[in-house]
């Protein structure tokens, strides 16, 4: 199968600080690939490249064939904290996404406000704003605009890394379904070996900076499409962190 996004001798310096190292990389179209590796080893830049957000140093993205040259509304991106706008409600923030979009009308944006309103289980909260709505509802919102905004890719920069554990977890099983359900391609960084193994389809692990890739683990060979939350308890998925846990450790030359 041919990459959807495809990174070509792609680089990345700051002035005398390489943070990329020249990278071949190719991600097949709805697949849920996360990025994982140290803090500060350049992940992140390589996911603001894919969202136009940073320009290559040299070499070149691909999204669909074309060369990535500027943000657009195809890619869409989640961030760590909370990106609702605090004086609208969550119906106005999710509609919001869509402000620009002159290829539907606005009863069709209306509609696909109400879709992602039920898809994400705030139809509830519709009129409330941000300050009334937990912290993982504020996630949800922001993930349900990006989508409402017609993003074939999403860019998720360790957006579920400030909640509590339960709704960290709750949020992880919600977007494995949702990645399915909607058909997107989503690119994940995180430094949490147990939410990488949980949520990947495939990991790309990263060296300490200058972010080279170490290795590429096909994690929906080994433990399959579906994950309940209770795969985390089988044998499977223990062995596969532990090895993953090992090779990150390798690398970050932390003692086993």
Known sequence: ????????????????VEVVRKTNLGLERNSLVVFLGPSGCGKTTLMRMVGGLDDPTSGSILLGGEKVVRPDRRRGMVFQSYSSF???TVERNIAFGMRYRGDITSAQKSERTRHYLDLFGLADFAASYPNRISGGMRQRVAIARTLAAGSDVLLMDEPFGALDALTRERLQVELRLIQIREEKTVIFVTHDVEEAVFLADRIILFSRRPASVVADIDVAAE???QRPLEIRETQKFFELRNKVLHLIRNETGTAV
Not at 1 to 16: E, H, I, L, N, P
Request: proline share 9%; no cysteine; hydrophobic share 45%.
């Open 1 to 16: 199968m041919s990459a959807y996004v495809q990174f070509a001798d792609t680089a990345k310096s700051f002035g005398s």
């Open 86 to 88: 605090p004086w609208l």
């Open 223 to 225: 433990l399959g499409p």
